[in-house]
């Protein structure tokens, strides 16, 4: 009998199907380049929740495996050959039908009681001893108060390593869907309801967040980032946002603050000391904050200007208006906020 070799074209489709079998699954696998994986928690939350994840794919892994083994070989072993008789028919077999219903049973309970566990875990009351932070999702930006601290901030959450946050979300507008994906989420944000997260960040360093519920035009443009500080540096963090902010003495900056006294910012906007507005983010520390606009844009004079001068045009549908800034204008408001540290 002479052996069939592979055809070179079915050699070259395996070849292939397993290259790209090799990058799919190597996506996602590191921070470095999928900073919105959810297979490398940093919190207890994001733990609980990937731990099941692998229970169940490794359970059911396993038991595509034996099914599927059990297929191939019937498949092969009781294949039409000519003359071979009917195989032994089992229709009706009771032991059969009794072992694998107890097995499925089996199947259920392995993720079943992990899964009531972790649900009841994942819903339990924070400790009196938690860092609370009240998350209001608002379209299309974040905005973060520390009610502790009597500290208000916008799109970027700085949180302590090692400490229990209990966050209480809620939504003036429309739904929206809070999701940091290595710390946990995503929990809904809805209107005349609070809903809560409690996780405790285990690793310091900054990660994205994102809404994850469809809530108008700029949707995909609510983004905010997370600062988990080491030790200590979130005192530090802190303390800058409880003190009155420092103001450059440039006479542009100056001439940005006269402007901004004077304009419609004012009905809108929180500022220590200069106005009480309560529609758009709070802006005291506005230059201690890296990106603006739900985090859309690093904040940089440029970028600063672009926006002031027209809002809409940098995120569709934002609700702060074109107030006709223009040249030098724009261009002071800019520096003043940049000098809000
Ligand atoms: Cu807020 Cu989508």
């Known amino acids: 009998m002479t052996r069939r070799r592979l055809a070179p074209r079915a050699v070259r ?36 929740i990937d731990d099941m994840f692998m229970l169940i794919s490794w359970t059911t892994l396993a038991i595509f495996i ?19 008789p009917i195989p032994k028919q ?8 009794i072992s694998w219903t107890i097995a499925f049973a089996v199947v259920l309970l392995i993720i079943g009681i992990p899964t009531i566990r972790i649900i ?70 809805v209107p005349h309801r609070v809903n809560h997260i409690v996780l405790t960040p285990e690793v310091p360093g900054e990660y994205p967040g994102q809404c994850a519920e469809y809530c108008g035009m700029s949707h995909a443009n609510m983004r905010f980032r997370v600062i988990v500080h080491a030790k200590g540096e979130f005192e530090q963090w802190v303390k800058a946002q409880q003190a009155p902010p420092v103001e450059s003495t440039d ?18 906007h929180t500022l220590a000391g200069v106005s009480l507005g309560h529609i758009g983010p709070d802006l005291t520390h506005f230059a201690s904050r890296t990106t603006f606009a739900g985090s859309l844009m690093r904040t940089t004079p440029e970028n600063l200007v672009k926006w002031i001068e027209n809002p ?12 006709g800034m223009t040249g030098e204008q724009s261009r002071a408001l800019a520096a ?4 809000l540290k």
Not at 21 to 40: E, H, I, K, Q, Y
Not at 90 to 97: A, D, K, R, S, Y
Not at 252 to 266: D, H, M, P, T
């Open 13 to 48: 489709t395996v070849v292939l199907l397993f290259g790209v079998l090799f990058l799919a699954t190597s996506c996602g696998w590191s921070l470095w380049d999928n900073p919105m994986t959810t297979v490398r928690p940093r919190s207890d939350f994001a733990r609980w």
């Open 66 to 84: 034996l099914v599927e083994g059990a297929l191939l070989y019937c498949c092969w072993r009781f294949r039409e050959r000519p003359g071979a």
């Open 90 to 97: 089992v229709h009706g077999h009771t032991p059969l039908e």
């Open 120 to 189: 009841f875990k994942t819903q339990e009351a924070p400790a009196a001893t938690a860092l609370r932070v009240d998350v209001a999702g608002k379209q299309w930006w974040w905005e973060f108060k520390y009610p502790g601290l009597n500290v208000t901030t916008a799109n970027e959450l700085h949180l302590p390593v090692g400490q229990t946050v209990a966050f209480h979300l809620y939504a003036p507008d429309v739904i929206h869907s809070f999701w940091i994906p290595v710390l946990g989420g995503k929990r809904d944000v």
């Open 251 to 268: 006479p542009l900056a100056q001439q940005g603050k006269e402007i901004f006294g004077k304009s419609a910012c004012v009905g809108c």
């Open 312 to 323: 809409d045009h940098m995120k569709p549908g934002a609700r702060m208006p074109n107030l």
């Open 336 to 339: 003043y906020l940049l000098s």
